[in-house]
């Protein structure tokens, strides 16, 4: 059967309404600069089209179509759909092998013009997306605050050409907040818990369907501390001990963040064994010093293991946000000891010269030295000990500031440990010239 010239134009036209661009031809209507597109689902009309968007800011008209001939100049009728009319008026005419039309608003578009003698229609939809999004931040306690989003957008519809329906097409926001690139929410007004310690920005970004996007940030202002701190001794280091001794000097370091300098407290603990053995059910004190300063320092008496706990707090009109460190080891002093060499050798040249004895956490040293016939040679005593004393207590090997005969002494040492326990040795000592 032969189709008629009429019949042919009409199937050609046909053909190109389905896709927007014809394959058989170069004959185009479409849009090079748009974010995003996609093909109608019409109700009833059963033809399909290309949605077309554009990204900006609201209230832009950045929507563009070019529509393109095989390269024979024509005369290209352009019209536009009216709502709520439903019918398309003219909009421009325009000669030439393509027309190009900017600056577009919302809406349907239909393009007109024949090409070596065959009919062409060709429509597309121009929606102009833009959104906008304002954040803030309400209920900001000790425990949690929360963020809230308002996004509003364009409207994203098109009608049904052959009923003049409205279709309306969700626009499929995505939220994302966010706080230096770490992700917080994909919801639109998340609950935020464990409030930071310092101002902090959220930002709140949302996409649509044609991946516009926008950002909107809000700063946190900070109302909770974060307790933290460490500590340290002037105690000098013995290598032979990894344990310092008492009495321990401390210096505690406060490196709080947000905290109010008047508001700290410390809380020094008793001795770990010592809490350990109290009676099953007796109510227990465990502190042994409470301190309301920024950066204490304590000397601990006692050996032993020690808690310290920091608590932080900061003030806010009708409440107080406090935060709590302990810390991660205990403060461990060593044991009582005393210990006394065998031998020495004072005969000046620098290398034991003198007869050491080596103590830890004492409270007292009784030190005695004796010759063969019981005469006392050396005699160091000493209430309140502390390390320095170590150096006192030592013997040169001389006598009224006479070098003492070569030979065998016998010593004593009884010492009161700082762990409550009595350090008392008794030996021979070898003089060596």
């Given at each position: 059967?032969?189709?008629?010239?009429?019949?042919?134009?009409?199937?050609?036209?046909?053909?190109?309404?389905?896709?927007?661009?014809?394959?058989?031809?170069?004959?185009?209507?479409?849009?090079?600069?748009?974010?995003?597109?996609?093909?109608?689902?019409?109700?009833?009309?059963?033809?399909?089209?290309?949605?077309?968007?554009?990204?900006?800011?609201?209230?832009?008209?950045?929507?563009?179509?070019?529509?393109?001939?095989?390269?024979?100049?024509?005369?290209?009728?352009?019209?536009?759909?009216?709502?709520?009319?439903?019918?398309?008026?003219?909009?421009?005419?325009?000669?030439?092998?393509?027309?190009?039309?900017?600056?577009?608003?919302?809406?349907?578009?239909?393009?007109?013009?024949?090409?070596?003698?065959?009919?062409?229609?060709?429509?597309?939809?121009?929606?102009?997306?833009?959104?906008?999004?304002?954040?803030?931040?309400?209920?900001?306690?000790c425990q949690s605050f929360n963020l809230l989003g308002t996004v509003t957008g364009s409207s994203y519809a098109y009608a049904d050409l052959s009923t003049n329906q409205v279709i309306s097409?969700?626009?499929?926001?995505?939220?994302?907040?966010?706080?230096?690139?770490?992700?917080?929410?994909?919801?639109?007004?998340?609950?935020?818990?464990?409030?930071?310690?310092?101002?902090?920005?959220?930002?709140?970004?949302?996409?649509?369907?044609?991946?516009?996007?926008?950002?909107?940030?809000?700063?946190?202002?900070?109302?909770?501390?974060?307790?933290?701190?460490?500590?340290?001794?002037?105690?000098?280091?013995?290598?032979?001990?990894?344990?310092?001794?008492?009495?321990?000097?401390?210096?505690?370091?406060?490196?709080?963040?947000?905290?109010?300098?008047?508001?700290?407290?410390?809380?020094?603990?008793?001795?770990?064994?010592?809490?350990?053995?109290?009676?099953?059910?007796?109510?227990?004190?465990?502190?042994?010093?409470?301190?309301?300063?920024?950066?204490p320092s304590y000397t601990y008496e006692h050996t032993g293991s020690y808690m310290v706990k920091l608590v932080a707090a900061k003030q806010s009109p009708g409440f107080t946000c406090r935060?709590?460190?302990?810390?991660?080891?205990?403060?461990?002093?060593?044991?009582?000891?005393?210990?006394?060499?065998?031998?020495?050798?004072?005969?000046?040249?620098?290398?034991?010269?003198?007869?050491?004895?080596?103590?830890?956490?004492?409270?007292?040293?009784?030190?005695?030295?004796?010759?063969?016939?019981?005469?006392?040679?050396?005699?160091?005593?000493?209430?309140?000990?502390?390390?320095?004393?170590?150096?006192?207590?030592?013997?040169?090997?001389?006598?009224?500031?006479?070098?003492?005969?070569?030979?065998?002494?016998?010593?004593?040492?009884?010492?009161?440990?700082?762990?409550?326990?009595?350090?008392?040795?008794?030996?021979?000592?070898?003089?060596?010239?």
């Amino acid at each position: 059967m032969k189709l008629s010239s009429i019949a042919w134009t009409l199937l050609i036209t046909f053909c190109i309404n389905m896709q927007g661009v014809s394959d058989a031809y170069s004959q185009t209507l479409k849009s090079t600069s748009a974010s995003f597109n996609e093909s109608t689902n019409y109700p009833t009309f059963s033809e399909k089209d290309y949605i077309y968007y554009f990204c900006g800011n609201a209230n832009h008209q950045d929507g563009t179509l070019k529509a393109s001939s095989s390269g024979q100049s024509v005369t290209f009728k352009w019209d536009k759909y009216t709502q709520p009319s439903g019918v398309f008026t003219f909009y421009l005419n325009e000669t030439g092998i393509s027309s190009t039309l900017n600056n577009l608003s919302d809406g349907c578009y239909r393009v007109s013009f024949t090409d070596n003698g065959i009919n062409y229609v060709l429509r597309a939809w121009i929606i102009n997306s833009w959104i906008t999004a304002t954040t803030t931040i309400t209920n900001s306690n000790c425990q949690s605050f929360n963020l809230l989003g308002t996004v509003t957008g364009s409207s994203y519809a098109y009608a049904d050409l052959s009923t003049n329906q409205v279709i309306s097409i969700d626009p499929n926001y995505k939220y994302v907040w966010q706080t230096g690139g770490t992700l917080v929410s994909n919801a639109l007004n998340p609950l935020v818990l464990g409030p930071p310690p310092i101002n902090t920005i959220y930002q709140l970004q949302v996409t649509d369907r044609a991946g516009c996007l926008v950002n909107s940030p809000v700063t946190y202002q900070s109302i909770v501390p974060k307790a933290k701190f460490s500590w340290k001794t002037n105690q000098p280091a013995v290598a032979q001990y990894s344990l310092p001794e008492a009495p321990l000097p401390v210096q505690f370091i406060n490196e709080s963040i947000n905290g109010d300098v008047e508001k700290f407290e410390w809380f020094l603990f008793k001795e770990k064994s010592s809490l350990a053995n109290q009676p099953k059910g007796a109510k227990i004190d465990s502190i042994m010093e409470e301190i309301y300063l920024k950066d204490p320092s304590y000397t601990y008496e006692h050996t032993g293991s020690y808690m310290v706990k920091l608590v932080a707090a900061k003030q806010s009109p009708g409440f107080t946000c406090r935060d709590t460190m302990y810390l991660k080891d205990y403060i461990v002093i060593d044991s009582s000891l005393v210990k006394v060499a065998p031998a020495f050798t004072p005969n000046g040249d620098g290398v034991n010269d003198i007869l050491i004895i080596r103590t830890r956490s004492l409270q007292s040293l009784d030190f005695q030295i004796f010759n063969r016939w019981g005469r006392i040679v050396h005699h160091f005593r000493k209430s309140g000990y502390v390390p320095a004393d170590s150096e006192f207590a030592t013997w040169d090997g001389k006598i009224n500031n006479v070098l003492a005969s070569p030979g065998v002494y016998f010593y004593v040492a009884d010492g009161q440990g700082r762990d409550g326990k009595r350090r008392r040795k008794k030996g021979f000592i070898e003089l060596i010239w």
